[in-house]
């Protein structure tokens, strides 16, 4: 997983950043569209809002999935 330009890999490291994020920061989540772009790959673009610098951004979550599961997750402006 890609988040922030740090890449967490393993249980244990995502768990860190769900922990963190969850934490770090108060902010509401909107889904503004989703799409699938071929087999196995899917984009969901989200607005957040919240206290975090800048208070506002627009955030792509690009997922690939292997035997219906997240094999790859790019989270980026």
């Known amino acids: 997983m890609i988040d922030d330009g740090n890449t967490y890999e393993g249980t244990q490291a995502i768990e860190g950043w769900l922990n963190r994020s969850a934490t770090e920061f108060t902010y509401t989540i909107h889904l503004a569209g989703a799409q ?3 087999a196995t790959h899917y984009i969901a673009a989200h607005h957040l809002e919240g206290n975090f610098p800048g ?4 955030l792509r ?3 690939t999935l292997r035997d219906s599961l997240i ?3 790019v ?3």
Request: no cysteine.
């Open 36 to 38: 699938q772009t071929d």
């Open 55 to 58: 208070g506002a951004i627009d």
């Open 61 to 63: 979550y690009q997922f």
């Open 71 to 73: 094999e790859r997750l």
């Open 75 to 77: 989270i980026a402006p």
